[in-house]
């Protein structure tokens, strides 16, 4: 009995197994061409022959895996080459889905990586003379150079009034990921007129053709345009409002009085130190034995914040105070009354656009070719599994075998070097460290940056020690920014006492205490007497 039901179990499972086989041979049949570069691809796509695609493409692994791609293999060049498709295929009927693999495996700083769907050749264009004159129905894929951030898509269509070939951009379209992961973009055109854009499967754009709103320009041109020919008639005052004519400046408003006066009220606060310097000379500093006083001039020790000043309201010659000064009132201007010539911003007068049409659908032009031709400052560009099917479920199956597989393994391997380099911190520490390094790098915390930045390389090492770290450098920066905001008498600059950092590890305790903080200054001496060079090198 139960040797029975194995049987059956295993005759269930082989017909599973082929229903999947028969169903997957059946959806791969849909595919109206499809490219793997498992083989070279010599013979079957055509470089361009053209002088100025100097660039070399390669039949290369993708890096660490077994899988080929058709790679871009040198930097600043142009690139161009295409491959054309056994049987035309045509937009207007039903859906249409267009999918590619790439990898910009190091980077892409300046440059496209993008698809371009040409039309047949009896438009003007030969495979060994493809360049981006060669005309094509839909651009498709990133772009990436200075401003230029996205994944473009791009259809030229013509107009059947006037005959031209436009191209129409989709507005707000994705930007490109900025890894060096293997991605699938994909565009589903819809019987709609919908076109979606997908990137690693995830719907990141919907739009339509039709939808002034999507296009720029929009396919369906506006039914009126200005008249190029209206011009504005010279007595046209667009000034809604005007100067006062009648207007005058009083007798009395003085345009010379200052913003600002003396407080001849201020009194010189009592125990005012006038004859103290802010800044006296380091008493602990010395002449470093290296000093040359021909070469470095005449030595001068560095300053410090006078101690006497320290208990003192205040050091130095005293002035008073200034005040904003009552009579002040600045420059006098008539005031604005309403324009009785106000006729309105001028406008040219809509007359019907000649090149105004109606449209249900887009006319596609058919594809019969694929082309890639791009120009890039960068290498390791890698294309793969470039698709075209009818079915959305078949080009997401070849999202789930072809791509997912790699792009794990990518990601995957990124996280473990991105976890070496933090030197083992992770999630939480690393966002807080990351952060923190960019608040030592704050201009205004001057001499403070070094001692930061070097509490913060010890810490990294202990992470144990990340909350008393954050303690420590907000100590620092809100003694800095109290001393640049109440500004007064100067305050000795703020140690990495947040006295004691103290957290436990494996059960022992580790303290970063008023002892190192000590250290600390006694360095900061050192440092001090053989820092700043009050003088030049004299000249020859």
Not at 99 to 112: A, H, I, K, S
Not at 290 to 304: F, Q, S, T
Request: charge should be negative; aromatic fraction near 10%.
């Amino acid at each position: 009995m139960e040797e029975s039901k194995n049987k059956i179990c295993a005759q269930y499972a082989l017909l599973l197994l082929a229903c999947c086989f028969f169903s997957q041979l059946y959806a791969s049949s849909d595919a109206k061409f499809y490219e793997s570069f498992n083989e070279a691809f010599d013979g079957r796509w055509i470089v361009s022959e053209k002088e100025e695609y100097s660039g070399v493409w390669k039949h290369a692994k993708s890096e660490g895996h077994d899988d080929y791609g058709l790679l871009v293999g040198e930097k600043a060049r142009k690139y161009a080459i295409v491959k054309e498709l056994d049987n035309v295929v045509d937009l207007k009927d039903g859906t249409v889905v267009l999918q590619y693999e790439v990898r910009l495996q190091d980077g892409l700083e300046c440059g496209g990586a993008y698809l371009k769907y040409l039309r047949p050749q009896e438009a003007g264009w030969t495979a060994k003379g493809f360049d981006n004159e060669s005309p094509y129905t839909i651009m498709f894929g990133p772009d990436k150079c200075g401003a230029t951030n996205k994944v473009h898509f791009i259809l030229k269509h013509k107009n059947p009034r006037s005959g031209e070939y436009i191209e129409h951009h989709l507005k707000f379209p994705p930007s490109v990921p900025a890894d060096k992961l293997t991605h699938v973009y994909t565009a589903v055109l819809k019987p709609d007129n919908d076109v979606l854009i997908l990137v690693d499967g995830e719907e990141k754009k919907k739009a339509n053709f039709l939808s002034n709103d999507d296009f720029e320009p929009p396919l369906i041109p506006a039914e009126t345009i200005p008249d190029p020919e209206d011009k504005k008639p010279e007595d046209w005052d667009e000034r809604a409002k005007i100067p006062d004519p009648d207007a005058k400046k009083p007798d009395d408003w003085d345009e010379d009085a200052p913003m600002e006066i003396e407080d001849e009220e201020a009194e010189k606060p009592e125990g005012w130190l006038d004859d103290e310097p802010e800044e006296v000379d380091d008493p602990e500093a010395t002449k470093p034995e290296d000093w040359d006083d021909e070469e470095d001039g005449e030595w001068e020790a560095p300053k410090i914040d006078n101690p006497k000043c320290e208990a003192a309201p205040g050091c130095g010659e005293w002035k008073r105070p200034m005040k904003r000064n009552p009579a002040y009132k600045g420059k006098w201007h008539a005031p604005l009354i309403d324009n009785p010539n106000y006729k309105g911003i001028w406008k040219p007068k809509d007359i019907p656009n000649p090149d105004h049409f109606e449209l249900d659908k887009p006319n596609f032009e058919p594809i019969a070719a694929i082309g890639i031709e791009i120009w890039t400052m960068q290498d390791g560009i890698l294309f793969d599994n470039i698709l075209i099917v009818s079915d959305e479920k078949v080009a997401e199956s070849f999202r789930k075998t072809a791509w997912k597989p790699k792009f794990d393994v990518e990601k995957e391997k990124q996280r473990s070097e991105e976890e070496e380099e933090s030197g083992g911190l992770k999630g939480f520490q690393k966002v807080v460290f990351d952060l923190l390094y960019k608040v030592a790098d704050i201009p205004f915390l001057g001499i403070h940056k070094v001692k930061v930045m070097e509490l913060l390389k010890k810490a990294e090492k202990q992470p144990n020690l990340t909350v008393g770290v954050i303690v420590s450098v907000v100590v620092v920066v809100f003694s800095v920014l109290l001393k640049l905001i109440f500004g007064g008498k100067k305050q000795q600059p703020a140690r990495a006492s947040a006295e004691t950092v103290t957290e436990k590890t494996d059960g022992a305790e580790t303290s970063t205490s008023n002892s190192q903080a000590t250290d600390e200054k006694e360095e900061q001496s050192e440092d001090a007497a053989a820092a700043p060079r009050r003088r030049t090198r004299r000249e020859n």
